[in-house]
């Protein structure tokens, strides 16, 4: 099965995959690693910052029509999105060592503003933006 995925990946061209926010690889689970006393973030915990994450975003685009990170233009992230300078430092390293497109470059912007602010966060920071990077599409 693995050849078949890798072989309509293929048939997908960048730019489509470029119009895809966010890519996360599943990977089965073994049994060894299922272990029920590890406490993971309740379902009520993860509903509370994301609620807390939407009103920031709300309150932040009030005078817009914009309603939520996904939905900026390029100007509108210049415009909302504040990256601390060690943040900015990694994504001019990612755009020159990943090939990352202009919409490619947004894009990621938009997601790690999103992880910002479901970590109650003013500004971009480097982990925001390093975390952003690793939803990008995986070369093979």
């Known amino acids: ?8 990946r293929k048939r997908l061209s960048g ?8 890519h996360v690889d ?3 689970v073994k049994e060894e690693s299922l272990d029920l006393t590890t406490k ?4 009520t915990r993860v509903r509370e910052r994301v609620s807390r ?6 309150r932040r685009f009030k005078n817009s029509r ?3 990170n996904g939905e900026m233009s390029s100007a509108q992230v210049k415009s909302y999105c504040q990256l601390t300078s060690s943040s900015q430092n990694l994504l001019k390293q990612a755009i ?5 497109s ?10 790690a503003q999103t992880i910002a602010d479901l970590n109650g966060k003013d500004k971009i920071e480097v982990s925001d933006i390093a975390e952003a990077l690793q939803y990008r599409a995986k070369e093979d």
Request: glycine residues 2%; charged residues 25%; aromatic residues 6%.
């Open 1 to 8: 099965m693995p050849g078949a995925i890798i072989k309509y």
């Open 26 to 28: 599943v990977p089965p």
């Open 66 to 68: 914009v309603k939520t």
């Open 102 to 111: 202009a919409r490619s470059y947004f894009k990621v912007i938009k997601v």
């Open 15 to 22: 730019p489509l995959l470029d119009r895809i926010d966010l």
């Open 96 to 100: 020159s060592k990943l090939s990352i």
């Open 40 to 43: 993971a973030e309740s379902s």
């Open 53 to 58: 994450a939407r009103v920031r975003q709300l």
